[in-house]
């Protein structure tokens, strides 16, 4: 459902909701500015939306509450997106779709793998895959936050795996927050393999959770040549965290089922695009 569908009916309820205590400003004035963000630009951060109206944050946390209440939105982490819009986190353990894909993108990436490289290998099912595929006698030094990655190299007796310590965040089985953010200022590898949970229509790349946003945006800059896996499914999508933009990165490879999707695509563009 569009999220304009509803905002006439805002206006009948305007006598009804208080006027903000700061801003002066009625709440259905905020409430159909509010829905013009998400329109517009596909999420709105309440921070920001404080600002703009001078008011407090739980004012806007309160106009979003309502506005939830009523259909029009879905709530998120630091702000909101449009009912229907949001894309889950799916525990890691539950990403089993598109396997065979995966897999084909996976063998690809595992061609850019040079013998006595240092990579970087992010958390995630695509990534996961290439753990296993590596030969055991590939020698590679392997950073990476995933514990699963971390726990399948344990058996490639040519790798050596540095595992990145933090927080644990249950739903991908990775550390992330501030121990494992000050860990990677101190890296720098030359293959950093990451993965993404949306790619927008113009190219950026956001995440669900603030502390994957934070990891995310670290490892784009942490490899000399930086590649991305992603399958179908995460283009033409929006998470609420933007942490890049497909600019940031060195290869793209997708599968072949996105062509048409990657093509479509304005805005950022990576460097190389590989299709599996």
Not at 98 to 107: D, N, P, S, T, Y
Not at 180 to 194: F, K
Not at 212 to 225: I, P, S
Not at 252 to 266: M, N, P, Q, R
Request: glycine share 8%; proline share 4%.
């Amino acid at each position: 459902m569009q999220v304009f569908a509803k905002i006439s009916n805002i206006a009948v309820e305007e006598k009804r909701m208080p006027l903000a205590q700061h801003s002066g400003v009625s709440a259905s004035k905020r409430s159909r500015w509010l829905l013009e963000q998400l329109n517009n630009a596909g999420a709105v951060n309440t921070v920001d939306a404080a600002l703009h109206w001078g008011c407090s944050r739980e004012t806007i946390r309160k106009d979003l509450v309502a506005l939830e209440a009523q259909g029009l939105i879905r709530r998120a982490h630091g702000g909101a997106l449009p009912a229907g819009s949001l894309t889950p986190e799916a525990p890691l353990e539950s990403r089993t779709s598109h396997l065979e894909e995966k897999l084909r993108i996976a063998q690809v990436a595992l061609e850019y793998l040079e013998e006595g490289a240092t990579v970087f290998l992010e958390s995630g099912t695509t990534t996961g895959l290439i753990a296993s595929l590596i030969p055991p006698d590939f020698r590679l030094t392997v950073v990476t936050n995933s514990l699963p990655i971390a726990h399948t190299l344990m058996s490639s007796p040519g790798v050596t795996c540095h595992f990145v310590g933090g927080k644990m965040r249950r739903v991908t089985q990775a550390s992330a927050g501030y121990w494992a953010l000050r860990e990677l200022d101190d890296l720098a590898v030359d293959i950093a393999v990451l993965g993404t949970n949306a790619i927008s229509e113009s190219g950026e790349l956001s995440t669900p959770d603030t502390d994957e946003a934070a990891m995310k945006a670290r490892a784009v800059n942490l490899g000399y040549r930086r590649i991305l896996l992603a399958d179908h499914s995460k283009f033409g999508t929006r998470a609420l965290h933007r942490y890049g933009t497909l600019s940031d990165i060195s290869v793209l490879i997708t599968g072949k089922e996105a062509t048409d999707t990657v093509e479509s695509i304005t805005g950022h563009h990576p460097q190389e695009m590989r299709f599996a």
